[in-house]
């Protein structure tokens, strides 16, 4: 769990072929107990960019210097991030009122030691100091993994549903904003039967965002990223933002090391997979491929 906004490493506007260095502060406050240690969330920005600037950023690189093609014929943006991969909608303060998407869990596979894989949608968070989001997780202590439901309003603390969660189970998680400062997060395991929703007053979130993610939550003892969970390859599927299709607003992708981040299909459906860190970095949008 310990969801943070997302520590950005570098932006590519591949259509322009040039790339802006971006970093957003940390946070820091107390630890929380996981199942595979403690986790003290927040911790610092992670400088991913290659030394002297370039097309090759951090994780994530393009041989041809241009992007997918998105809706409308545009073309995705591209950044690289320490511990958010996945794709985020973004705007000005108010652009975004609601964002929704359905999974499956993915099993943990754990080969010793701790290490943790978040999955959520979510308001804010990208370019903004406050998050409003739900998801599911599965961490591992040891060889055992263990999975459990969360809501976090960020500044605040992360919020474990005392409901029982295992790899299989069918989700769908939405966070819709209901005015003056009012938020909804809805969590429905429907495979185990049961829904959560959370009322939630945060006063000054921008809206400037709304994002579909898996992490590897903060923070090891030094502050960094912790070590992220085998998750196999992961699904989000009929992700919609504003109540549009995900691919409507031409949404950043995002990657983090050991992942591949699928282009969209569909307008909403798109994975997400683990590739381990024997491969260096992963590469986003599977050129080459990973497998």
Same mark, same amino acid.
């Given at each position: 769990?310990?969801?943070?906004?997302?520590?950005?490493?570098?932006?590519?506007?591949?259509?322009?072929?040039?790339?802006?260095?971006?970093?957003?502060?940390?946070?820091?406050? #107390? %630890?929380?107990? @996981?199942?595979?240690?403690? /986790?003290?969330?927040?911790?610092?920005? $992670?400088?991913?960019?290659?030394? &002297? !600037?370039?097309?090759?950023?951090?994780?994530?690189?393009?041989?041809?210097?241009?992007?997918?093609?998105?809706?409308?014929?545009?073309?995705?943006?591209?950044?690289?991030?320490?511990?958010?991969?996945?794709?985020?909608? #973004? %705007?000005?303060? @108010?652009?975004?009122?609601? /964002?929704?998407?359905?999974?499956?869990? $993915?099993?943990?596979?754990?080969? &010793? !030691?701790?290490?943790?894989?978040?999955?959520?949608?979510?308001?804010?968070?990208?370019?903004?100091?406050?998050?409003?989001?739900?998801?599911?997780?599965?961490?591992?202590?040891?060889?055992?993994?263990?999975?459990?439901?969360?809501?976090?309003?960020?500044?605040?603390?992360? /919020?474990?549903?005392?409901?029982?969660?295992?790899?299989?189970?069918?989700?769908? !998680?939405?966070?819709?904003?209901?005015?003056?400062?009012?938020?909804?997060?809805?969590?429905?395991?429907?495979?185990?039967?049961?829904?959560?929703?959370?009322?939630?007053?945060?006063?000054?979130?921008?809206?400037?965002?709304?994002?579909?993610?898996?992490?590897?939550?903060?923070?090891?003892?030094?502050?960094?990223?912790?070590?992220?969970?085998?998750?196999?390859?992961?699904?989000?599927?009929?992700?919609?933002?504003?109540?549009?299709?995900?691919?409507?607003?031409?949404?950043?992708?995002?990657?983090?090391?050991?992942?591949?981040?699928?282009?969209?299909?569909?307008?909403?459906?798109?994975?997400?997979?683990?590739?381990?860190?024997?491969?260096?970095?992963?590469?986003?949008?599977?050129?080459?491929?990973?497998?």
């Amino acid at each position: 769990m310990r969801r943070r906004w997302p520590v950005l490493a570098a932006t590519i506007p591949l259509v322009f072929g040039w790339t802006l260095a971006v970093a957003y502060p940390a946070a820091a406050h #107390t %630890g929380v107990a @996981g199942p595979g240690g403690l /986790v003290q969330p927040g911790g610092p920005v $992670s400088q991913l960019g290659l030394p &002297g !600037g370039g097309t090759q950023v951090g994780a994530w690189a393009s041989p041809t210097g241009t992007a997918p093609q998105a809706a409308g014929g545009g073309r995705y943006t591209a950044v690289s991030s320490s511990n958010w991969a996945g794709y985020a909608a #973004t %705007g000005g303060s @108010g652009a975004f009122t609601s /964002v929704a998407s359905s999974w499956v869990q $993915s099993a943990g596979h754990c080969s &010793g !030691g701790n290490q943790y894989a978040a999955f959520w949608v979510g308001l804010d968070g990208y370019s903004s100091s406050t998050v409003e989001q739900t998801g599911s997780e599965v961490d591992c202590a040891g060889r055992t993994p263990s999975y459990y439901a969360w809501y976090e309003v960020y500044p605040g603390t992360a /919020v474990n549903f005392p409901n029982p969660v295992k790899a299989g189970d069918h989700f769908s !998680g939405a966070v819709s904003y209901l005015g003056s400062n009012q938020f909804r997060l809805t969590l429905t395991d429907s495979t185990a039967g049961w829904t959560q929703t959370i009322n939630a007053t945060l006063p000054g979130a921008a809206r400037s965002s709304a994002e579909v993610i898996a992490e590897a939550p903060c923070c090891t003892s030094s502050g960094g990223v912790l070590p992220l969970t085998n998750f196999g390859t992961f699904g989000f599927g009929g992700a919609t933002v504003n109540n549009a299709s995900l691919c409507t607003p031409n949404p950043v992708a995002i990657t983090m090391p050991e992942t591949v981040v699928s282009t969209i299909t569909n307008c909403g459906d798109f994975t997400i997979s683990y590739a381990g860190s024997s491969s260096g970095f992963a590469w986003l949008f599977g050129y080459p491929s990973a497998f």
